[in-house]
Structures are given as structure tokens and as C-alpha cells.
């Protein structure tokens, strides 16, 4: 079963978009739950994005595009 | 601070993450070790490079200061010529004005000034480098001031493999480290993150020994010298030559201080040609110093006058054009190489 990597809403305060800063596993890449996956960055601070699940890593937002809260940025499956 | 690793054996870190492990790692098996500066407990450092460290060890040993270098880095040089281990952060190293005569006439002379009887475990992080318009204040790389002047060793890396090592054999050693760390390469976004920085990082300790260089790209034609960014910049440069059929060896130096002058000797004694690549100024510094230990040496391995790309001699501006015209890029090493290239 796939699982969405999404960009929780409780993450930070307000509406401001982020920018992804860093993958730090691959496209394709075995990944296990709670592992430390990419970081993004909202004005000057950064937040961690963190497996939901176990299981192979589809990238679906990469380094510097703009993200939102509720946005998808990778699949797991 | 641990991280699960992956089924692939992936374990990539920005230099930020890597500093912050390596010293978290020390703090747990040495309760010498502490760290002082500012914003480096809650907000975790302006550059990362101290994230989670107050969480796991506490107000105690993570130190966040007042706006006092003259105060807090004289006290580290205290705590260290009495025993402890301190890491202390000086922000930008644009900002070492005020704090000089700890740094420069205590920490790097103390152990010469008693016959070897003080020791200075201390390591002095300090962000450099500029791409992200700060301006001139905030924004400079002073590799040749502080390599310039006897008592420290002084190291740049340029990956997060090495930073993590060489934070861990900074905190290590018995004597004073200024461990400078290029802005652009902590993978902060905000700073203009270079991706190449960002590298696989073995989760277990490990040291990175002072004093050795790394030929990270082999070559036959030239020999592209950098340190932490400029290595980048070299990177792509070789890239682009090798599209001209131009085969460029790039080295790493990755410490200045000790220097390793054997491993750019052998370089170009192979290619025949020298390129220095430097985000600190021109004039009287690291780039100089490199030609100078080439040249010094056995002039007759060089086919060609050896070049330099270093930032201009003038104030950083703050202005995004002006401030890219002076930086090092690979355009500019690749224009380097078409004037000697020829020979």
C-alpha cells in the first residue's frame, strides 16, 4: 500500500509556503518509517520531513520548488 | 541526533547536520567538551551546525551567549587552558575584530608562552563565505588571516564527510582549531546550498586527519587547487573542460594549517599547470601562498605561469550583480585556463 509523504499542516504557524532544501534519500531508495528524509524551509527555518512509512521512496517535489501545507512531496511503497 | 539507516546504506547529511553529530558524539563520551555562543541552544545555531544540542545536553554545556566575543571566547580560552574542552562559535568570522587578542595572543600562543605546559583544547567554529548578498560585514572568507599567523591549525571543509571528521579530530586534539565552515555549504537554503556538500556520512565516529589534501577529481592537464567552496567551483569547472578535452585534477586542501604542499607538488608536477581557486581575497593569501610552495619548490614542473581566482581586493558588496561579478565561478577558472592552457 502506497503512502504519501504530505506536509502536515501543524508543522508551523500560518499559511507561508516553504521551499525543499534537502533530500537526503534518493529517488528509489529503501527507506524505513521515521527515518529522516528531507528538510524544508519556511522564511529562515527549516523542518524535518520523516518517513510515514516503510518501503521504496518516489521523489515527487525536488530541491527548490515550492510547497505548501497539504502538499504531497514523495510516495512511499 | 541519530538517524536509522537505510537498506541502501544512504545516510546523506548537510555539513550542518554532520558538525552537529560529531560533536554530540563527543559530548557524550568526554563531559569536558561543552559549547558557547550565540544562538546556538534553542534556535540551534544561525547556520544549524548546533541543532539538538541543548535538548539532549542541557543549558550547561550548551551555552548560548550574549553578543560578548571579547567575553565569552576569552573565557573559552580559559576553560581550556584549565582542562575543559570547549567548541565556541564565533557567528561570522567577519566579526573576529573584537575578540583577536583572545584568539591570536592567548589561544594560539598560550602553550609557546609556558614551555608546553598549558595545553588549549579548543575549537573556534566560524561561519564564512558569502553568494547570499550580506554584504561586506558578514560575508568574508579570511582563510589567509587566520592561516596567516602561528599557533592554530586551521581547516575548511568542503563535504560533510570531512566536516563531521574534522570536527571530531578538532575536538580531539590538544591544540587550538579554527574549523571554518562555508556558509553556501550547510544546506540551509537561505544561504544558497551547494548539493555536492551534502554527501553519505557514516553514523559510527571517525577522524579526518589534519594536514592531508584530497585529489578528488584525477586529471592529466591542469591542476585546480580550492578549499571548501572553491572546490565546488572546481568541480564544475573540470566538468566543463573536459567538454574542450581539457583532463583537470582537482585537490581538495581541505586544511590549511598544517598545509599539505607534498600532494599539490606531486599534482602538478604531473599536469604541468596551476590554478588556485579562493573566495578570500587576492592579494596576500592562501592563493599566493600555493603558488609560492609550487614555484619554491622545483619551477620546472610548470609548463605555465601559474593563475589565480580569488575574489577581487575590494569590500564585498551587497548589491546581487556586483557580489556575483566578484565571486569565483567556474566560467572565470575555465577563462583562467584558456590564458595558459596553450603553453
Known amino acids: 500500500m502506497a503512502s504519501d509523504i504530505v506536509i502536515a499542516g501543524d508543522l508551523w504557524d500560518g499559511d507561508e509556503q516553504a521551499v525543499v532544501t534537502n533530500w537526503f534519500a534518493s529517488d528509489g531508495a529503501t527507506v524505513t518509517q521515521g527515518m529522516l528524509l528531507a528538510e524544508i524551509m519556511v522564511e529562515k527555518t527549516q523542518f524535518e520531513v520523516r518517513a510515514p512509512a516503510d518501503g521504496v521512496l518516489t521523489i515527487v517535489r525536488n530541491v527548490d520548488d515550492i510547497v505548501s501545507k497539504g502538499d504531497v512531496v514523495g510516495r512511499i511503497a | ?343
Open chain 2, 1 to 343: 541526533m541519530s538517524e536509522k539507516v537505510s537498506t541502501t546504506n544512504e545516510r546523506r547529511l548537510t555539513i550542518a547536520r554532520a558538525m552537529a553529530e560529531a560533536i554530540a558524539q563527543e559530548m557524550r563520551v568526554d563531559e569536558r567538551v561543552f559549547v558557547m555562543g550565540e544562538d546556538i541552544g534553542g534556535l540551534g545555531g544561525v547556520f544549524g551546525n548546533t541543532r539538538g544540542l541543548i535538548e539532549e545536553f542541557g543549558k550547561e554545556r550548551i551555552r548560548d551567549t550574549p553578543i560578548s566575543e571579547t567575553g565569552f571566547i576569552g573565557a573559552a580560552v580559559g576553560a581550556a587552558s584549565d582542562g575543559m574542552r570547549p567548541v565556541v562559535e564565533l557567528m561570522f568570522v567577519d566579526f573576529f575584530g573584537v575578540c583577536m587578542d583572545a584568539i591570536y595572543n592567548l589561544m594560539a600562543k598560550n602553550t609557546y608562552f609556558s614551555g608546553g605546559n598549558v595545553k588549549v583544547p579548543l575549537v573556534l567554529m566560524t561561519s564564512t563565505g558569502g553568494g547570499y548578498s550580506d554584504a561586506g560585514q558578514h560575508s568574508q572568507c579570511l582563510y589567509g588571516t587566520f592561516a596567516h599567523l602561528p599557533g592554530m591549525k586551521v581547516v575548511a571543509p568542503s563535504n560533510a564527510y570531512d566536516a563531521k571528521g574534522m570536527m571530531t579530530a578538532a575536538i580531539r586534539d590538544e591544540n587550538p582549531v579554527v574549523f571554518m565552515y562555508h556558509k553556501g555549504l550547510q544546506g540551509m537554503g537561505w544561504l544558497g546550498t551547494e548539493a555536492g556538500a551534502t554527501v553519505n556520512v557514516p553514523e559510527e565516529s571517525y577522524e579526518v586527519p589534519f594536514g592531508k589534501a584530497a585529489v578528488v577529481r584525477e586529471g592529466t592537464d591542469v591542476t585546480i587547487v580550492g578549499l571548501a567552496m572553491g572546490v565546488h567551483n572546481a568541480l564544475k569547472a573540470a566538468d566543463l573542460l573536459a567538454k574542450k578535452g581539457v583532463s583537470a585534477e582537482v585537490v581538495d586542501l581541505r586544511t590549511l594549517v598544517p598545509l599539505d604542499r607534498d600532494t599539490v607538488f606531486e599534482s602538478v608536477r604531473k599536469t604541468g599547470r596551476l590554478i588556485v581557486v579562493d573566495e578570500d581575497y587576492h592579494s596576500f593569501g592562501v592563493s599566493g601562498e600555493i603558488i609560492a610552495s609550487v614555484c619554491e619548490r622545483d619551477l620546472s614542473v610548470l609548463k605555465a605561469a601559474p593563475r589565480r581566482v580569488a575574489y577581487p581586493d575590494v569590500p564585498i558588496p551587497f548589491s546581487r550583480p556586483m557580489e556575483q561579478f566578484c565571486l569565483p565561478n567556474p566560467d572565470k577558472i575555465v577563462a583562467a585556463f584558456d590564458t595558459i592552457g596553450g603553453a
